[in-house]
């Protein structure tokens, strides 16, 4: 029997459809705390809910009450402010808010409904059974009980008289054999006396042998019948209401997140209408009605007249000094503020950060470091759509391998546009590591001694350039920075340092191989162009100055940007 039931065990656990009755049948207290400790789960989730209804019922009412703070008072001034359609869009946003509230007050109401009503009748219920189906169980653990104690009282019943029975026996045997005794009726009369008595015990061990022996059985027919129909039958009941209790409260859940969906369109129709409100704003007509509530009617001033104080040594006020005294200071506070506009017009485009897409504006310092994070920033989002190209492609795989599962051309449209999004944004990474690359090239010309040097002679003159007379960098007058485009006579003039390195020295050997990922022109002396793609030789890392040198045969070598290619180093490669 154990090992019919271990083989079931193991079939329980492959097929998933396992039974508390044989499988649980000793645990009986076990199943008790666990089914008390689910009903304290249904009563904490629905707590939960309770909480959050409540959340929606007070954030309805703020949101109400925030509506109405707002709304416009009868009667008031405010009823004039809304002929302008900045103030009538806010009073739409504040009508569409009110119905927004309404919605969270609906949330509250269908949780109340579907769910806490819902939970709250069904814990009542699920107790109820629960206490029945235990009550059952401990039924039947006190009469299997009681039946075990009636078997060991009539097996201690048995062996009390057997050890009677013995003791009978050995007193006739010794009457029996005592040759001491001299009168032979005394000697009959107590040997027929503990005879007697020792087949009335032996009878007597008899009958509590019987006894035992069919309270023996009892207990074996009670005791099967326990553990292989009542206790799995009972816990077969336990287990279907768990199963049920377990359904129920994803069936909350499932309600749960229904009751928040089935409002969003109505929210989104609100969304909409303040949508609507603040489009409808119209900057001119609310400039126009200025205008109209405002416009007096009468025409300016005219010039003021001359005032001769030699003619008379009192003043005579005329009609237009009085009208000038009272707007004395106006015209040089507007003369000041016209002369004060252009600066803060200008410090405004600089703190907004106003410039071309180059950032040429900037200090050559200042312009890396921005370029810099804008090429961080523009990785981050490849990063991201690439990822995500991954993982539909991935569900695409799935789709092909299991056609029930989805249509795997409903992917395709996403994909397209992930990959138009990858193809934009590698253009534009190629496009800010090009300058970059020329912000990095002039500045490792200035700090490199050797490229300095290289940088100082022209290719055709022998003669150093004096470097005073053509300087590289500017400043505007209003202290932004102005590059020189004179340098790039001298960044397209590079020296031919290159190429007596490459004369002077014995060809280097090959260090790896190394993949170019963006095309590369190699205008300048002593780099070497290559097309996106292409398979190149490396002879020389990067020294930390942003560039690696090359070769594509034994002719053509030179320096190329690092982080154009992706480098495989082989420290076994052989010079090709």
Sequence with gaps: MHRNRGSFGRNCTETM?????TELWDQFDNLEKHTHWGIEFVERYTKFVKERSEIEISYAKQIRNLSKKYQPKKNSREEDEYKYTSCRAFLMTLNELND????HEVIAENLTTHIICELTRYIQ?????????FHDGRRAQQHIENSWKQLESSK??????????????????KIDADINVTKADVEKRCSLKARQQAQLKHQVAEDSKNEYLTYLQKFNKEQNEHYYSLIPHIFQKIQEMEEKRIEKVGESMKTYAEVNRKVLPIVS????????????????MDTKQVVESFKSGFEPPGDVEVEDYSLSMRRTVSESSYLNSRGEGKPSRSNSRGKLWPFKRNKLSLKLGSGPEDCSHLPPEQRR????????DINKELQKEVDQRDALTKMKDVYVKNPHMGDPNSVDPRLEEIGQNIDKLELDSRKYEAWLLEVETRLAEKSDPHRRQSGLYDSNATTPVNNNCAPVNRESPDGSYTEDHSTEHHLKSRSTDFDDDFDDEDPLPTI??????????GQNEGTISMAEGELLYVIEEDKGDGWTRVRRNEDEEGYVPTSYIKVFFDTNAKDS
């Design 125 to 133: 219920e699920l107790k109820a059974e629960r206490k029945s189906h």
């Design 156 to 173: 201690r019943r048995f062996e009390r008289d057997c050890k009677e029975a013995d003791r009978a026996q050995q007193y006739f045997d």
């Design 369 to 376: 470091k921005k370029l810099q994070a804008k090429i961080n």
């Design 512 to 521: 790896g191989t190394c993949k170019s990922l963006y095309p590369f022109e």
């Design 100 to 103: 927004y509230a309404g919605q």
């Design 269 to 284: 129709k609100c969304l909409d209408g303040m949508t609507n409100a603040a489009a409808s704003i119209e900057p001119t």
């Design 17 to 21: 459809s396992c039974r508390w009755g």
